[in-house]
């Protein structure tokens, strides 16, 4: 599978520290766009600050690198502009969820036709090991030497309360999972999230004791299980993966449509 017409290789080899998994992101993005024969001219990816913003600065795509938290307030312009182009919006945790989360559960709540990854890999790993949104109880960052006291957000349950009409969840250990996740969330008309395990040995690896980037890669693969399994029923504090949401509701750009012509008075 050629996905290297998909990169500007003249910006390799990558910022990401070793054993990162965003390039494991990466691959299964680039795969999932050319399953389904995109060109590069359809698709516009818009990124915010942190190491998974990055991402923009490598493909070939149409690209905005903005500012943290924003990225899909950015997005939104983009598509209201240009409703028959492919948004993609790659985040970290922090960026999508603490200074983005506003901006986020808006997305959602409109059911604009965007697609969002959430690269959660609870850390902010860009700037230093700082504990985010997503990091959970009993987590040790830089902001919590003694361990973090803040429960974290579910992203799927987040996402389906404000209005998602498709989310996933997946881990980088499930590499065949990322790409069909997806290409299926690009094909889905509305907003939808695909949330992704992603490990930062650097930061929460080493400040947790997990060991290196490849003991992190097996405990997702022990720690989650597919939705509805038998597993599941045994041990409730196992992780579920999947497709949680996948529903047709009116997409926000085709309603704002409908606006126009009733202000034109066609």
């Not at 997005?75 to 989360?101: F, H």
């Not at 009409?165 to 695909?194: N, P, W």
Request: net charge positive; with cysteine; glycine share 10%.
């Amino acid at each position: 599978m050629a996905i290297n017409k998909y990169l500007r290789e003249r910006f390799f080899p990558h910022l990401w520290c070793p054993g990162c998994g965003h390039g494991t992101v990466l691959n299964g993005m680039l795969r999932a766009v050319d399953k389904l024969g995109m060109s590069k001219n359809e698709i516009v990816m818009v990124s915010g600050i942190g190491c998974s913003a990055r991402i923009s600065g490598y493909v070939d795509f149409h690209t905005l690198h903005t500012i943290h938290g924003r990225a899909l307030a950015f997005a939104t312009g983009v598509k209201m502009s240009r409703p028959e182009l492919n948004l993609i919006v790659p985040m970290g945790d922090g960026d999508a969820l603490a200074i983005g989360g506003n901006h986020f559960i808006h997305a959602a709540r409109r059911n604009i036709d965007i697609t969002a990854i959430v690269m959660n890999n609870r850390i902010y790993g860009m700037t230093g090991g700082q504990y985010s949104p997503l990091s959970g109880q009993d987590i040790i960052a830089t902001t919590a030497p003694y361990a973090s006291i803040d429960p974290s957000f579910d992203v799927v349950e987040l996402s389906r309360a404000a209005g998602a009409t498709f989310i996933a969840r997946t881990t980088t250990y499930h590499v065949k999972q990322i790409d069909d996740f997806i290409k299926q969330a690009i094909l889905h008309e509305g907003f939808s999230v695909v949330e992704i395990l992603t490990q930062c040995p650097t930061h929460f690896g080493r400040k947790n004791k997990q060991g290196s980037a490849v003991d992190m890669m097996k405990l997702y693969r022990d720690i989650t299980t597919p939705i509805g399994s038998k597993a599941k029923q045994e041990n409730p504090n196992l992780i579920e993966r999947g497709i949680f949401v996948q529903e047709d509701k009116p997409e926000y750009c085709r309603e704002y449509e409908k606006i126009i012509e009733k202000a034109m008075g066609s």
